[in-house]
């Protein structure tokens, strides 16, 4: 059928023309719309047809809402809203929620939560800040190398060669005898590196070893240790390196990258651990030592970047993200609070922390300066900076110099005046004495007094005067007496001759001779003395210039010379500085050396010349001043000639003397005005000078020249270094010149590969133009295939129409069935046929009871009458079997109708599905079977009419047959009255034998009145009934036929009611477990206004309620709670009215409104609201959830009488606003809530705040929800969790501390399905039991004592093979301790259980049935530390009805079921008094309550008038009865039901409320009675010393008391004067049960098996077992199946050119293999390749651009049966690869190489046979894998085309581990034979769905054989040794157990002559008689699944091939196993390795 053109119907708005693609029909779409008709928004529009964008921010929406190519995301078509990731929010998905920070897109989470060390919630990025690398400084010493046992470590055998630093393990393994050697980084790497967090740790890493492969390489490559409060040791792990190949490092500072060290959890190590460790880092050590014999190893470029502000010097610097900014609390600072602010410092952790989770940090505390200082040492707290003179490490003493007390004022200290203040005072510190007096303790020397006032002894001065001193006396100790002086003037006492203050001078003519002063004034030096004397006078009274010229020019010469001299010298002084500073610099600056030693040598040569000139001059000088002595000797002379001569009278002239007396006197003044000795010291000092100058000159030049040739060697060692390198040169040059000639020859080569090229080129051409030619053929084929499309189109087409038609016919069919069923259901088919059934066998009863009474009476008479009641009998019977059989007919011909609507219902659902496979060729064959089909079915329903038809005619025959009788019957009387007259006596004789029966015929007969008749009439009779009943008898067993046929036909029916039926409940329990995880969900929720969140209550009416909200808000009007319902006036509800909280409630007589006034809640802080109600009265507190006082409580009373709260289906529950569902009370004011709602609770139930039913508006989550950090786990009562834990058989040890007020729970239960063993812990009547079966029999230890009291125990239980041991420890009080111990009996000592086989804590699923003696009641309390085998459990993952946290409920309820009671201690009722309790029940009488007084006078015994209440249930009413002892007679009150009785099994309240002498009860609402006391008791108290409920004790005898029968149902909520009374305070109790709510005993379950009776079969019709049945397997579209072969592969073309620079494949992969080649691309010569492999279940990324291989690894485990994404990349000398959007390290590629030379074509999955990979290793096998959507460098590969495919299959859309058999074919292994012996053990698993299959064979030609087949359901192991057949045969219990589709365990063990095979832990054994035959002698394949037809196989019966999936095969002979892996076999026929179709069970 040709349809023709088809219009496009292109979108007006959407698209960009109304032409559409001609063959796809596509239309060109804009940019905002798609679609086939761009009739709907592309991804990242909403809004059709505006198609607005969605503007999501792609960094914090959800990954598979976006297209990260595009950087487009969907968002909600009207909202707009996108769909953000966790910790992210915003329409746009743009920011982070409180608590988090850093919006990233590689944060699977959005945003990263806020560390701050726990000490705040609120943070943000930090900005500003750039990644700088820290570093190795230039004059950084070595590297220590240490171990991680020797952490101190060596730096022997360590060297530095720039830029490695390197060891030598041979020297360093002296020092440090552990291995593996790791380098410890230095100092600058430790501390707080915070800022770190986010960058990397890199460094480039070689070693050589004798072997690179060597256990050290599965030591940790890095190792860090850290932490403040706790140190915590991480590691991180990569692949080592090749041995002798250079790697570069980089190490992602985040915590997914690192493991916690020695632990046997492999889970990253935690955000908060990470960051705790980086805050104090101890260490870091990295790997040096890599495989065996390690020899050298180096390091270089170690860096790790840190967060550094940001500056202009490094502006393109990476900025530093994911660092956080937090808003610390007051006293604490720094980026991550991790700093104490100035003025606090760092604490010590609060006591008892041990209990709890260690704090990572301890608290800043204020610092202790007591007011003198505001700052302090942060982590020692030692004050710094004390003010007002006060010093200590508190500021708690005064600083020196300083005295007083320290309080905590300003004047404290004041300073010491000794003997004033400073700095004339002259100690340097004093100290306190008295109140207000000091002593100076510490004089200087010299000083001494109280106030160091006066001098000591040696000392002068007057310290009291100001600026007053003591000086030392140093007095002259040769020319003083002693060294003491004068205190006050420090005049010494000297000697004689000595003069001066200190002595120090003789006295004038005396002289120092061997220290002592002479005098020189004697008779010869006194008169020489006194004539010096007058001789001086003399010239100086004399005027002597006229004598002589002055001598100027020498003077000035001498003058001009000493200022010569000195500038001389100061001009050397200063060439001799910079001499010192050019000197400083040699040892720097080698090659300026010799200029500056040039230089300074130069200088000094100047100096030498300089010095000697002044020698010169100066020795000139000193000739010149002798001369001038001379000279003035002369002149003495001449003057004492002149004297004499002047004595003479001789006489000169006048004028001369004139001159010579001017020229004396000229001469005297110049020569006192020169000071000539000044002059010559001065000249000598510089002298002095010159010649240190010289010698410094000498010495610094000299040791220069020493340094010089030490560098002269220096140099001459790196000469002759450097000439080695230069010969190495040579040799490389000349290995260059040799490969340079290489090239050559291979340029030769290559020219001619090139001609060679340029001729396949022209072939190439030519084979294009053949190409060409074929694809114009090629076409003529397409459009021939496209004609046949089209005609396969319309086939198509019409297939449709009758898809439709029969997809009507269904629609049909299921209306038909439901109909039947409807009418099955109202006609009550089954009752019918029941009926029949029952009338059926009835009927064959009388039968037999007339067969029976007629065989008695064969030789008497026999009365008509009997015969006529028979008759009238078996009519009635068979009317009533006509009955029935019309209606069996009816409903057999409806049920026909059924069948034949059901089986035409499967046989075209059959057709349906095989339309799709078969295509269109299958059609005319499907409407044959189809009439085929239908003519049988219509055959099959004749056969129903016919049967119908004949049961009627049979029917009807026999009731004509039965109707024919009577007229019989009364000719046969006439005769038998005849014949009676000629009776003889023997006749009389027997009748009188039957008198009583004739006389009891006789009292039923109405028409005869007596009968005779002969024996040969009554045998007539009897044959004549005896053919009756056999009539009778054929109809009956027809009946039954029809009736087993009709039985056969409800079969289905039945079936199908009860799948229906367990898929319902299957579904409730789902249901249920999905809103119990709801409920436990603890994340608050947050509304501003508009959001409404509804709640079914999970609560009945009742007289008592509570309430707990934990709320924020910054809003003063909310409404927080509000219960109520449209039908009812009744409601509670808590609103906030100008911040202040109130609690507002009706029941039925009026609101009432309380409110707490003491302080509003409106300041956004967390309060909790507590509300509680008792009746008709209320309670409410608020408090402050960070406060540890105590709120009051507030109280109020509604109006009226009324005190039970009605719920009905109608009432909801809102939690924080308000809907319009329901009704709102008037009382209640406000609508609407903005803030934060924490936990919710009601009636002491979490409110599962995310539960909700109904939610309109905006909703969200609110992050900082005051979270319990308990480490506890509730249990509801309701759930249970499960853990998974491989034990030993032998040792079995638990430990757990529980908490609860239950006194019945399991709390753990441990069982295999496959064996009778099983392990359980559980309460049993508060008493802690443990039964152990290990399969002989069980061991039960059980406790004397309870522990249901809500205090924490620990149990500890262990197992030693046969022996166990119970321990029952106070947890907080570990001598308080309960023991128990036993012996299992028995042989069996080992507990065996599947590694599968789960663990279940605190219950069991319902569908679970436990053990025999184990309690099914779920346990109700708390959990923590589970502890099984050492390992611990997260009891929250695999849960429902668990919650974190321990919030233990008093036990508000009691059940009984058997009787009992409980006791609780006595409440006396007092004249104001109240009572409330609430009950169920479906009994009519019992005792509720009874409280009884004790008589004052007769303690011992019950008295009638003693005082006592009671509440009894008689009859169905309520009866109260009241005593108050004071003999007056007893009070009673009756209430009836007003539906007839509270028996009724619904709730009940009842009041009992005294008002002095006036007793009121009421029972829920109805009109209340009122008992009326004595006037004595008005005021008097009722006393009670035993309060009873529910019944009495046995022994208990009460005389008042006329009932004693104990109450069954439930009591609950008993509150007596506002206390809720609690169950777990219960004096003691019998048969009640605790803490439940229960009207009947639910039904026990136990495990069917041998330890246990069989439950009784529930009376419904059998059930058919059946094997599963197949279901065709869907397929993954696009995605194939390698590993079907070692050589499985497929070669994909791709652009060889497009890799050079850049590599990016991509894929998704799915296997369960841990090892395989995933792709591979080389060049021809295979030294460019790049590769992806999976080793270890990990993968590894391999590329070589020829210059070295680089390899990167990633951690994640990728074998566990699901997809993976999977990105390999090559970019920029950089390797990585992602998984899962989970990132590896970056890692440097190796060598320089730039391009990836590689051939265009891509082996993905596996290798060719004949190819041969050469530098990957050994993983080249196929991957047993799946693999779809191939893309390189993001253009996707076209799988259906490849180059080249092999062994290939399609890919189960849902696949499990394992190989598929078909059932037609086999597998082959161990083509060279294999030899079975005397031992063997097999082991696999298998699952099918057929009856019939061999599993394995192995046989030999002879006899010699094994065999492993299922047969008829049965599993059969056969050995033959020679000896003949050995079989082992396994029959399940349940027929059809192994073909049920699941996976079911075999291990077949053959040793010597016996045989055992165990079925999922079952065992058979098997053992020949001929024990000296032990050997299978085989040396043949082994045969799986089948065999081919040529094989003979000895031990095997069957053909039929295996049929379903085989995994896990192993063959195990001694130490020696073996795993067969189904790709490696030589032949493979109908076999699918590595996938198997299914969902795993």
């Known amino acids: 059928m040709n349809h023709g053109c088809q219009a496009c119907n292109c979108s007006r708005e959407g698209s960009t023309s109304p032409q559409c693609h001609v063959l796809s029909g596509h239309c060109q779409c804009k940019l905002e719309f798609g679609g086939q008709s761009c009739d709907q928004c592309s991804l990242g529009y909403r809004d059709f047809p505006n198609c607005i964008p969605c503007d999501c921010d792609l960094r914090g929406t959800l990954v598979d809402t976006c297209d990260l190519d595009r950087g487009l995301c969907s968002c909600a078509e009207e909202t707009g809203t996108c769909s953000c990731k966790e910790n992210v929010f915003g329409l746009q998905c743009n920011k982070c929620r409180t608590g988090t920070f850093a919006l990233h897109a590689d944060n699977p989470l959005g945003c990263s939560p806020c560390f701050c060390f726990g000490l705040s919630h609120l943070c943000s990025e930090l900005e500003g800040y750039v990644r700088t690398p820290v570093t190795l400084d230039s004059n950084q010493p070595l590297l220590h190398v240490v171990s991680q046992s020797n952490l101190k470590g060596t730096t022997e055998g360590v060297y530095y060669q720039a830029p490695d630093v390197l060891l030598d393990a041979t020297t360093v393994r002296q020092h440090v005898h552990a291995e593996p050697f790791y380098w410890r980084l230095p100092a600058q790497f430790q501390g707080d590196q915070l800022l770190a967090y986010g960058g990397k740790l890199k460094y480039s890493m070689a070693f050589y070893s004798s072997d690179g492969i060597g256990t050290s390489n599965y030591e940790p490559q890095i190792l860090i240790r850290g932490g403040r409060t706790r140190k915590q040791v991480i590691y991180m792990d990569a692949p080592a390196p090749e041995n002798g190949v250079r790697r570069d490092h980089e190490v992602d500072m985040k915590e997914n990258f690192w493991k916690y060290f020695n632990s046997v959890s492999e889970k990253p190590v935690t955000r908060s651990d990470f960051m705790s460790v980086l805050s104090n880092i101890e260490y870091i050590l990295i790997k040096a030592s890599y495989g065996q014999g390690l020899q050298q190893s180096r390091i270089s470029n170690i860096s790790m970047e840190v967060g550094t502000k940001a500056t202009e010097l490094h502006p393109k610097r990476e900025v ?61 707290g030692k004050c710094l900076n004390c003010r007002d003179n006060t010093a200590g490490d508190h500021c708690d003493v005064c600083a020196p110099g300083y005295y007083g007390k320290v309080t905590g004022s300003t004047g404290d200290c004041s300073p010491c005046t000794c003997p004033h203040h400073y700095p004339s005072s002259f100690s340097p510190t004093c100290v306190l004495e008295g109140d207000g007096d000091f002593r100076c303790d510490a004089c200087t020397q010299g000083y001494e007094g109280r106030y160091c006032e006066r001098c000591a002894s040696g000392y002068h001065g007057d310290p009291r ?39 120090q001078e003789c006295q004038p003519r005396h002289m120092l001779v061997e220290s002592n002063c002479v005098s020189c004034d004697d008779e010869c030096a006194g008169v020489l003395l006194n004539d010096l004397d007058n001789i001086g006078d003399a010239i100086l009274s004399m005027n002597l210039t006229s004598i002589f010229p002055v001598p100027h020019r020498v003077l000035s010469n001498l003058e001009n010379t000493t200022k010569y001299l000195q500038e001389s010298l100061l001009k050397e002084n200063t060439q001799k500085n910079w001499a010192g500073i050019q000197l400083e610099g040699v040892a720097e600056q080698t090659e300026d050396l010799q200029k500056q030693l040039t230089r300074v040598l130069t200088n000094s040569q100047q100096v030498n010349r300089a010095t000697e000139r002044i020698l010169d001059k100066s020795q000139d000088l000193a000739a010149f001043t002798e001369r001038l002595h001379h000279s003035i000797r002369e002149i003495l002379e001449k003057t004492t000639t002149l004297n004499q001569t002047w004595d003479e009278d001789f006489h000169l002239p006048d004028s001369a003397l004139h001159n010579m007396q001017q020229n004396i006197s000229s001469l005297l003044k110049i020569m006192q005005k020169r000071n000539f000795t000044h002059l010559h010291q001065n000249a000598t000092l510089e002298l002095k000078a010159a010649e240190d100058l010289l010698s410094q000159v000498q010495k610094h030049y000299q040791k220069p020249q020493e340094e010089l040739e030490v560098l002269k060697k220096a140099a001459k060692r790196l000469l002759s270094k450097h000439n080695s390198n230069l010969r190495a040169a040579e040799e490389l040059l000349r290995d260059a010149e040799t490969k340079t000639q290489e090239s050559n020859r291979l340029l030769l080569i290559v020219k001619a590969n090139l001609r060679e090229f340029r001729d396949k080129k022209l072939r190439v051409q030519e084979e294009a133009n053949l190409t060409s030619k074929l694809i114009a053929k090629g076409r003529g084929l397409i459009d021939a295939a496209t004609t046949h499309g089209d005609t396969a189109k319309n086939a198509l087409a019409q297939l449709e129409h009758h898809r439709d038609e029969l997809l009507l016919w269904t629609a049909k069919i299921r209306h038909h069935v439901d109909d039947l069923v409807m009418q099955m259901s109202k006609r009550r088919a089954i009752d019918l046929v029941h009926r029949a059934e029952d009338h059926a066998s009835e009927l064959q009863r009388l039968a037999g009871v007339l067969d029976r009474g007629l065989e008695n009476v064969r030789h008497v008479t026999l009365n008509a009458t009997s015969a006529a009641h028979v008759h009238s009998t078996l009519q009635s019977l068979t009317e009533e079997s006509e009955k029935l059989a019309s209606d069996a007919y009816r409903t057999i011909s409806k049920i026909s109708l059924f069948s034949e609507s059901l089986l035409y219902n499967g046989t075209a659902a059959l057709q349906h599905s095989s339309r799709f496979l078969n295509k269109s060729n299958n059609l005319s064959r499907k409407h044959q079977g189809i009439t085929l089909e239908l003519s049988k079915l219509r055959h099959r329903a004749n056969g129903f009419h016919e049967n119908a038809d004949e049961i009627t005619r049979q029917t ?123 409920a436990s969900i603890k994340v608050a ?209 638990i430990i757990m501390l529980f908490s609860t007020f239950s006194p019945n729970g399991l709390l753990l239960y441990l069982a295999s399905n496959g064996t009778k063993d099983f392990l359980s812990i559980e309460l049993v009547q508060g008493r802690v039991k443990v039964a152990v079966d290990l399969g002989s029999g069980p061991l039960v230890l059980m406790t004397d004592r309870r522990y249901n009291n809500g205090t924490w125990y620990k149990i500890a239980f262990q197992r030693n093979r046969k022996q166990g041991l119970l321990a029952v420890i106070d947890a907080y009080d570990t001598s308080d301790k309960e023991t128990k111990q036993g012996e299992t009996p028995g042989p069996s000592s080992d507990l065996n259980r599947l590694e599968k086989d789960l663990i279940y804590v605190g219950g069991v699923p319902w569908s679970r049935v436990v053990r025999k003696g184990v309690t099914s009641k779920r346990y109700m309390g708390c959990i923590r530390n589970l502890e099984i085998s050492r390992s611990t459990f997260d009891l929250l993952r695999n849960s429902y009805g668990v919650r974190k946290g321990c919030r233990l409920e008093p036990i508000q309820s009691v059940s009984f079921l058997r009787g009992g009671y409980v006791e609780l201690p006595p409440t006396s009722l007092s004249p104001e ?47 109260v009865h009241v005593s108050s002892g004071d003999g007056t007679s007893l009070r009673k009150a009756l209430l009836h039901a007003p539906t007839g009785t509270y028996g009724d099994g619904k709730e009940h309240s009842i009041s009992l409320v005294r008002n002095w002498r006036i007793i009121t009860v009421q029972l829920d609402e109805s009109n209340p009675v009122e008992l009326k006391l004595g006037p004595l008791a008005e005021s008097k108290t009722i006393n009670i010393s035993n309060l009873y409920i529910g019944g009495i004790p046995k022994d208990v005898e009460i005389p008042m008391l006329k009932m004693r029968r104990s109450f069954q149902g439930c009591i609950k909520n008993l509150i007596f004067n506002m206390e809720l009374l609690d169950f777990t305070r219960a004096v003691s109790y019998e048969q009640a049960d605790l803490d439940t709510c229960l009207l009947s005993e639910r039904s026990k379950l136990a495990l069917h098996g041998e330890d246990s009776e069989l439950p009784p079969e529930p009376p419904t019709l059998p059930q058919p077992e059946q094997c599963a049945v197949d279901i065709a397997p869907g397929y993954v579209p696009g995605a194939y199946q390698f590993g079907l072969s070692q050589s499985s592969h497929l070669m994909l073309p791709f652009n060889q050119s497009a890799v050079r620079r850049r590599l990016s494949v991509q894929l998704n992969i799915r296997t369960f293999a841990s090892s395989g080649l995933i792709y591979y691309m080389a060049h021809q010569n295979q030294v460019d390749y790049a590769t992806l492999q999976l080793h270890g279940g990990r993968l590894h990324f391999m590329f070589d651009l020829g210059k070295g291989r680089t390899k990167v690894s990633h951690p994640a485990l990728l074998n566990d049966g699901k997809w993976h994404m999977v990105k390999t990349e090559y970019f920029k000398r950089k390797g990585s690869m992602t998984v899962d959007g989970q990132e590896s390290p970056m890692v440097t590629m190796v060598g320089d190489g730039t391009t990836l030379d590689v051939e265009g074509i891509l082996y993905l999955g596996g290798l060719p046979s004949q190819y041969r990979a050469r530098n990957i290793g050994n993983i080249t096998h196929s991957i047993p894998a799946c693999i779809r959507e191939v893309t390189v460098n993001s253009r996707q590969l076209d799988k259906d085309s490849p180059v080249s495919a092999f062994a290939v299959g399609r890919c189960y859309a849902v696949a499990q581990e394992g190989t598929f058999f078909e059932g037609s074919g086999y597998a082959a292994l161990v083509k060279e034979g294999y030899k079975v012996r005397s031992d063997l053990n097999i082991t696999l698993e298998f699952r099918t769905s057929s009856e019939n299959g061999v599993l394995l064979g192995i046989s030999s030609a002879k006899v010699d054989a094994i065999g492993l087949e299922i047969v008829s359901g049965k599993l059969l192991f056969h050995v033959n040794n020679g000896a003949g057949r050995i079989t082992a045969t396994y029959e399940p219990r349940a027929a059809r157990t192994l073909c049920d589709g699941k996976w079911h365990t075999l291990q077949a063990n053959k040793s010597k002559h016996r045989v055992i095979l165990i079925v999922d832990g079952n065992a058979v054994s098997a053992e020949s008689l001929h024990t000296q035959s032990t050997s299978a002698d085989t040396n043949n394949p082994i045969y799986v699944g089948g065999y081919p037809a040529d094989v003979k196989q000895n031990c095997l019966s069957s053909r039929a091939s295996f049929r379903g999936c085989l995994r896990k095969l192993t063959l195990t002979k001694g130490p020696q196993v073996q795993s067969y892996d189904f790709n490696t076999a030589f032949d493979l026929q109908g076999v699918f390795p590595h996938s198997c179709p299914g969902t795993e069970p």
């Open 1085 to 1293: 929720v947050a509304a501003d206004r508009d959001c409404i969140r509804a709640y079914q209550p999970q609560i009945s009416s009742s007289n008592y309620n509570t309430l707990t909200l934990n709320v924020k808000t910054p809003e003063p009007d909310n409404l927080l709670f509000y219960l109520g319902s449209s039908t009812s006036s009744d409601f509670l509800a808590v609103e906030m009215r100008r911040g202040k909280v109130a609690f507002l409630w009706d029941v039925g007589s009026g609101s009432t409104r309380l409110e707490f006034p003491d302080f509003p809640i409106d300041d956004n802080q967390w309060y909790s609201i507590h509300a509680t109600r008792f009746g008709n009265v209320g309670s409410l507190s608020v408090k402050e959830m960070s406060s540890t006082q105590k709120s009051p409580m507030k109280t109020s009373k509604s109006p009226g009488m009324a005190n039970v709260l009605d719920i009905n289906n109608s009432t909801l529950m809102f939690v924080g606003g308000l809907g319009g569902q329901i009704k709102k009370s008037p009382a209640v004011k406000v609508t609407h809530f903005k803030g934060c709602m924490g936990e919710a609770f009601l009636n002491g139930k979490s409110i599962g705040l995310w539960n909700y039913v109904e939610r309109e508006g905006k909703c969200d989550g609110c992050f900082s929800s005051p979270q319990n950090e308990d480490s506890s786990f509730h249990f509801d009562g309701s759930g249970y969790s499960v853990v998974e834990k491989t034990l030993r058989a032998t040792v079995t040890q």
């Open 956 to 1078: 009807n025959e026999s009731l004509f047959i039965l109707r024919a009788i009577p007229e019989g019957m009364r000719d046969k009387g006439t005769k038998t009255k005849e014949l009676a007259l000629s009776a003889n006596e023997s006749a009389l004789r027997t009748l009188k034998d039957v008198m009583g029966l004739s006389q009891k015929l006789l009292n039923t007969s109405t028409g005869l009145s007596r009968m005779n008749t002969t024996l040969q009439e009554t045998n007539g009779l009897l044959r004549d009934s005896t053919v009756t009943t056999l009539l009778a008898g054929r109809k009956v067993k027809d009946m039954e036929t029809q009736a087993n046929l009709l039985f056969d036909r409800l079969k289905p029916l039945k079936t199908l009611q009860e799948n229906l039926s367990r898929n319902l409940s299957e579904i409730r329990l789902l249901i249920n477990q999905a809103r119990k995880q709801a």
């Open 1473 to 1519: 008094s109240e009572l409330l309790a609430t009950f169920v029940t479906q009994n009519s009488s019992g005792i509720i309550l009874a409280a009884l007084g004790r008589d004052a006078e007769k303690q011992g015994r019950r008295q009638a008038h003693m005082p006592f209440f009671s509440i009894l249930l008689t009859e169905g009413h309520i009866e």
């Open 320 to 380: 530093a993200s994911l660092l956080e900014n937090c808003l610390c609390p007051p006293g604490t600072a720094g980026f991550s609070c991790q700093d104490c602010a100035p003025g606090y410092h760092r604490g010590k952790l609060p006591e008892g922390s041990g209990r709890g989770p260690r704090p990572l940090l301890a608290p800043c505390v204020p610092c202790n300066c007591n007011n003198h200082s505001e700052t302090c040492d942060p982590e020692t």
């Open 465 to 503: 005067t100001p600026g007053g001193s003591c000086q030392k006396c140093d007095c002259s100790p040769q020319g003083s007496v002693h060294s003491d002086c004068d205190r006050i003037s420090g005049q010494c006492t000297c000697r004689p001759g000595a003069t001066g203050i200190q002595c």
